[in-house]
């Protein structure tokens, strides 16, 4: 499933005036999530024909094993879209040899993994990527900002994981914050339950000035099947105006 949304930052991002961004989030790649779902996965990002691509976190669900076994890395390397592709932590990735498998994804995959740090692409706009909450050492937001210098005039794009506080990307001053891990609940009646624990489990809102999307995901976590939720990815249009 294609998740379309329209989104307008009320700032300027220099000579791009809009941009398609293709956002995936809890692919679970493993044993059960193998080669042939990371193809599947790729070609339907592709199709989409984005300008940028973010994963939100949990691109591998536990062993690094399966995915070099099987050269996982040859599927996402046919991501080439104009402003490059990135992602944050999810908390999966610190589920067993944490950084070899953040490290795989950053030099073989060429994603690249943005870890309490800020990236400023094409003098344009900011991409902000938060370690995910389980990582002991995480820094607060307003931190990251001010240790990044970064210039809140540009628009700023937050990835992280978890939505538990939609609060603090509000109150810093992002443009668009993005999550994933809820999987919106992926078997009913926990759909319920998330909704419950979760400003938003599933879905947009606009909070203030910025513009809030998490998704479901695209893959699965525990049992291998939904019922009740759908898998997605997000596809946002965005537009620029300082008008």
Known sequence: MV?????????SAGDISSMRIAVVSDIHLGYLI????AKKYVDLILEQEPDLVLFVGDIIDAEIAPIVNQKMEEEFLRLKPRYGVYSCTGNHEYRYEAETKIKWLNDEANIKMIRDSAVLIDSSFYIVGREDYVNPERDSLESILENENVDKSFPMIVLNHTPDN???????GADIALYGHTHDGQVFPFNIF???VFEVSRGYKKKENTHVFVSSGVGLSGPQYRIGTKSEIVVL???FSDN
């Open 166 to 172: 939609l609060v603090e990307e509000m109150e810093n």
């Open 194 to 196: 998330t909704r419950m």
């Open 3 to 11: 998740t379309q949304k329209e989104i307008t930052v009320e700032k």
């Open 34 to 37: 193998d080669r042939r779902y």
């Open 237 to 239: 249009d965005v537009t």
